[in-house]
Nanobody, 117 residues
Framework: QVQVVESGGGLAQTGGSLRLSCAAS????????MAWFRQAAGKEREFVAS????????AYIDSVKDRFTISRDNAKNTIYLQMNSLKPEDTAVYYC??????????WGQGTQVTVSS
């Protein structure tokens, strides 16, 4: 089993910044990729960004390109999401998804990000 723990959410003003972290742990964790998703109130969960743990593969949803940066620390099995130039429409619960090498997915509990206008 893989445990996924997000942290770093909170309240920011429009134009401000927040940094999210996601750590994967567990017995013999073998991570293929990790990703951030978000779910705003009343909306479906959507993909935000992903990063491969053993290659240069990175992807973003168009609405966050040039504002958000995803990065990783393989030694800690941790990824980060640096969010700059935040907008009220970025308000959501942000979830981390870990995909291991046998293609199973594990999700965290989520962390709330609120951007005030």
């Amino acid at each position: 089993q893989v445990q996924v723990v997000e942290s770093g959410g909170g309240l920011a003003q429009t134009g401000g910044s927040l940094r999210l972290s996601c750590a994967a742990s567990g017995r013999a964790v073998n991570t293929r990729s990790m990703a951030w998703f978000r779910q705003a109130a009343g909306k479906e969960r959507e993909f935000v960004a992903s990063i491969a743990m053993n290659s240069d593969g990175i992807a973003y949803i168009d609405s966050v390109k040039d504002r958000f940066t995803i990065s990783r620390d393989n030694a800690k099995n941790t990824i980060y999401l640096q969010m700059n130039s935040l907008k009220p429409e970025d308000t959501a619960v942000y979830y981390c998804k870990v995909r291991v090498f046998d293609l199973r997915d594990f999700w965290g509990q989520g962390t709330q990000v609120t951007v005030s206008s």
